[in-house]
């Protein structure tokens, strides 16, 4: 059974670029969480995908948006970077109950 | 609305002793709970839940927690810690979404230090 895997590991974007973050959800897994942690913060919820459709969104802004596809796995994309923007951030799949999380992107923007 | 308290942003303890991570939460309905383990540079990993029965949880690498319903707690334990039990520890309480899956609300985090 594979687990959850992010890509990329690290990156660097300057600001006002665009980037996309990938998540392979764990197999049979059909929900997809996307979290934002800040350097000494818990992670905070940005939104979630469930059966292909955003089921539930966090505060924040619509620069982030995201996909599911039909094998459940996601993406991630921030347009107009900011420097707040950096952070890592953290994937998790489910199936009718608790997240398996990856060991997310680290994003930098400089 | 559902929140998680972290008392202790920093715990510093010797290796072999005990230690308690503080949790507090609040919300108006039943909920269900986490310790999540973050060692640096990794994503998180689950070390045990509550979600209904014994108040008592126990979880992996020896740390358990008690739910107490009154206090509006669920507090971190282990009898005696080790070196790599250094990283950052999050409690976080679940929260349904509208097809019935949960997201999490997570604490700020207590890192624990362990001394030799």
């Known amino acids: 059974e594979t687990g959850v895997t992010q890509s990329p590991t690290h990156l660097i974007k300057t600001r006002g670029q665009q980037v996309t973050l990938r998540c392979s959800s764990q197999?049979?897994?059909?929900?997809v969480s996307w979290y934002q942690q800040a350097l000494g913060q818990g992670p905070q919820f940005i939104f979630q995908?469930?059966?292909?459709?955003?089921?539930g969104r966090g505060n924040f802004p619509p620069r982030f948006s995201g996909l599911q596809f039909p094998n459940y796995s996601s993406e991630l994309n921030v347009n107009a970077l900011e420097l707040d923007d950096s952070a890592l951030y953290l994937c998790a799949s489910s199936l009718e109950g608790q997240g398996t999380f990856g060991s997310g992107t680290r994003l930098t923007v400089v | 609305a559902q929140s998680v308290t972290q008392l202790d942003s920093q715990v510093p303890v010797f290796e072999e002793a005990p230690v308690e991570l503080r949790c507090n939460y609040s919300s108006s309905v039943s909920v269900y709970l986490f310790w999540y383990v973050q060692y640096p540079n990794q994503g998180l990993q689950l070390l045990l839940k509550?979600?209904?029965?014994?108040?008592l949880v126990k979880g992996i690498n020896g740390f358990e927690a008690e739910f107490n319903k009154s206090q509006t707690s669920f507090h971190l334990r282990k009898p005696s810690v080790h070196i790599s039990d250094t990283a950052e520890y999050f409690c976080a309480v679940s929260r349904t979404l509208t097809s019935g899956t949960y997201k999490y609300i997570f604490g700020t985090g207590t890192r624990l230090k362990v001394l030799a």
């Open positions: 995908y469930y059966r292909e459709e955003e089921n």
């Open positions: 509550y979600l209904s029965g014994s108040t």
């Open positions: 197999s049979g897994h059909n929900t």
